[in-house]
C-alpha cells in the first residue's frame, strides 16, 4: 500500500516497547502530516531514539500499530527509499572522501553514486568534497551527515539530536535546510533536548517524559496551557524593588493600575521556555 499526498506521513497508534521488562514507550499515540517540522522533546533516557528506531523498522514496537509512508516501518522498498536518517553520533569510513561517502549512502538508497554537487553545495562542503572524511572537523562530519540524510528528497526526515554540537552559524543553517525541506512538502522529525533553541523552528513540540507523551502542540499552545505567570518588577514610589506575579488575563490592568502609582524601571518578564518544560515535567510528576 502506498500513501496518497495528503495522508499522514507517520501514524503512531498505542505502541509501546520494552526493553528488559522494563517499558521505555508507553501508549503513544501521534500523527505527523506532511510539511510539517516537529520536534520530539525529552530529557536523557525519555525514549526518543527508541521512537525514530521504530520509525525506521529499526526495532520492532511490542504493541501497537506504527505506518511510515503507507507502509510497516522497514518493509516496502518505495518507503525506505523516500525516507532520510540523521543519526545521533555519525560515524564515517575516515579514509573515504566526501564524495565517496555520499556516493555509498546513495548505492544503498538506489540513487546513483554520482552527481550530487548540488547536495554538497546545499550543506557548504562543496569545496571539501574531495578531501578525506578524517580531516574533516566536527561540524563539516555534520554536514555530511545532513547531506547523506536529504539524498533522494525524502518525504520523511529523521534527524535525532541534529543540533548537539554544532555552532550557532551551522544551527541556524540546519533550521533553513529543514524549513525548505518542509516548504516542499516533506515531513521533518527532529528530537531535542532543549524546548528554547526551537523557538521559531518547530510548528509543533511533542514533550516526551518516560517513554509517554505529556504535551503536543505549538509553542504557543504549550505556553496557554502551561498557564504560568509572567514577572513583574519595578521600582516602588518608596524607592524599594518589588516582584509582582501575574496571569496573563491580569497583565494589562496590573500595568496601568502600576504606572499610576508612580512606580518607575519597570520589566515584564514572560515565563521561559524552559520553564514550560519544568511545568509539564512537573505536572506529569505530580
Ligand atoms: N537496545 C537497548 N537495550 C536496552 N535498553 C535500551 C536499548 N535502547 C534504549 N534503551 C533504553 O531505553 C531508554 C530510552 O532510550 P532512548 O535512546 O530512546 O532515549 P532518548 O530519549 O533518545 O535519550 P537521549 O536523549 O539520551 O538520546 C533508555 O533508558 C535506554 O537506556
Do not use: C, W
Not at 496590573?254 to 519544568?278: F, V, W
Amino acid at each position: 500500500m502506498t500513501a496518497a499526498p495528503n495522508d499522514p506521513t507517520v501514524i503512531l497508534e498505542g505502541v509501546g516497547k520494552s526493553y528488559g521488562g522494563r517499558p521505555v514507550v508507553s501508549a503513544l499515540s501521534y500523527t505527523l502530516p506532511p510539511g510539517q517540522v516537529v520536534a520530539l522533546v525529552g530529557h536523557n533516557g525519555a525514549g526518543k531514539t527508541t521512537q525514530i528506531k521504530m520509525m525506521l523498522g529499526l526495532t520492532r514496537a511490542d504493541a501497537g500499530r506504527i505506518s511510515v509512508l503507507g507502509a510497516d516501518p522497514g518493509h516496502g522498498r518505495a518507503a525506505r527509499a523516500q525516507l532520510g536518517y540523521l543519526p545521533e553520533s555519525v560515524q564515517f569510513h575516515l579514509s573515504f572522501t566526501g564524495r565517496e561517502t555520499l556516493g555509498f549512502y546513495a548505492r544503498l538508497k538506489g540513487l546513483p553514486a554520482r552527481g550530487h554537487d548540488a547536495l554538497f553545495a546545499r550543506v557548504g562542503l562543496l569545496d571539501a568534497a574531495d578531501r578525506p572524511v578524517r580531516g574533516y572537523s566536527k561540524g563539516m562530519r555534520q554536514r555530511l551527515g545532513l547531506a547523506q540524510a536529504l539524498l533522494g528528497a525524502p518525504r520523511l526526515l529523521l534527524l535525532d539530536e541534529p543540533t548537539s554540537g554544532l555552532d550557532p552559524a551551522l544551527r541556524r543553517e540546519l533550521y533553513g535546510i529543514v524549513a525548505d525541506l518542509a516548504r516542499q512538502g516533506a515531513t521533518v522529525l527532529l528530537s531535542s533536548h532543549a524546548l528554547t533553541e526551537l523557538e521559531g523552528h518547530a510548528e509543533r513540540v511533542i514533550v516526551i517524559n518516560q517513554g509517554r507523551k505529556i504535551a503536543d502542540g505549538s509553542l504557543a499552545e504549550l505556553r496557554r496551557l502551561a498557564g504560568l505567570p509572567s514577572r513583574l518588577r519595578f521600582r516602588a514610589s518608596d524607592g524599594g524593588l518589588r516582584r509582582i506575579d501575574l496571569a496573563e488575563a491580569e497583565k494589562v490592568t496590573a500595568l496601568r493600575a502600576l504606572l499610576d502609582t508612580g512606580a518607575r524601571e519597570i520589566t515584564l518578564e514572560d515565563p521561559s521556555l524552559d520553564d514550560i518544560y519544568a511545568h509539564f515535567l512537573r505536572s506529569e510528576a505530580a
